[in-house]
T-cell receptor, first 114, second 115 residues
Framework: EAQVTQNPRYLITVTGKKLTVTCSQNMNHEYMSWYRQDPGLGLRQIYYSMNVEVTDKGDVPEGYKVSRKEKRNFPLILESPSPNQTSLYFC?????????????FGPGTRLTVL | AQSVTQPDIHITVSEGASLELRCNYSYGATPYLFWYVQSPGQGLQLLLKYFSGDTLVQGIKGFEAEFKRSQSSFNLRKPSVHWSDAAEYFCAVGPYGGATNKLIFGTGTLLAVQP
């Protein structure tokens, strides 16, 4: 089944404790990205990757890192999480980077930083 | 700057009633337009998309949307709502700057369905 998976689905952590949210897709997609969803703000892009070893900042990259060492995986790293990073995070992928390609979203990771 | 406005934060309709969710966009050129649905605890699922051509597009689950360039709108409609349609709906526009597949999302409309 074609899908985007994220782990963990729920995470509660404390300020400053490094964490990684994994994202994996099995569709051989080139383009992957991370969004965060906050009430009243919709989804905002954090980082994106157009292919292996090619990543760039989205609209709200501060406090986040990403890597793309393999085509299928695109982990989101919070080196020192803070409470303002409490949010619902979505990973998305598409075959190419053009907007005509449908983006497929993962189920989301709900992160709480205390 | 590109933006998407969903004026209705929350809408309640009765099961079997018709539905229209509003979406207005601000974009410098002909946009690509999307509607996504997010069911509770689920990721976003694409309902339909508009790139060009016929301004009335059909999607999954009986939804349709109409692109009106003169009104900068892309409203989502369904003639008869089912209880399972209760979810949050997001309108989105792309591309942004042409360099990425980033979508600009609206803030969402939460749909409740009364029995």
């Amino acid at each position: 089944e074609a899908q985007v998976t994220q782990n963990p689905r729920y995470l509660i952590t404390v300020t400053g404790k490094k964490l990684t949210v994994t994202c994996s897709q099995n569709m051989n997609h080139e383009y992957m990205s991370w969004y965060r969803q906050d009430p009243g703000l919709g989804l905002r892009q954090i980082y994106y990757s157009m292919n292996v070893e090619v990543t760039d900042k989205g609209d709200v990259p501060e406090g986040y890192k990403v890597s793309r060492k393999e085509k299928r995986n695109f982990p989101l790293i919070l080196e020192s999480p803070s409470p303002n990073q409490t949010s619902l995070y979505f990973c998305a992928s598409s075959f190419r980077r053009t907007s005509t390609d449908t983006q497929y979203f993962g189920p989301g990771t709900r992160l709480t930083v205390l | 700057a590109q933006s998407v406005t969903q004026p209705d934060i929350h809408i309640t309709v009765s099961e079997g009633a018709s539905l229209e969710l509003r979406c207005n966009y601000s974009y410098g050129a002909t946009p690509y337009l999307f509607w996504y649905v997010q069911s509770p605890g689920q990721g976003l699922q694409l309902l339909l998309k508009y790139f060009s051509g016929d301004t009335l597009v059909q999607g999954i689950k009986g939804f349709e949307a109409e692109f009106k360039r003169s009104q900068s709108s892309f409203n989502l409609r369904k003639p008869s709502v089912h209880w399972s349609d209760a979810a949050e709906y997001f309108c989105a526009v792309g591309p942004y700057g042409g360099a990425t597949n980033k979508l600009i999302f609206g803030t969402g409309t939460l749909l409740a369905v009364q029995p």
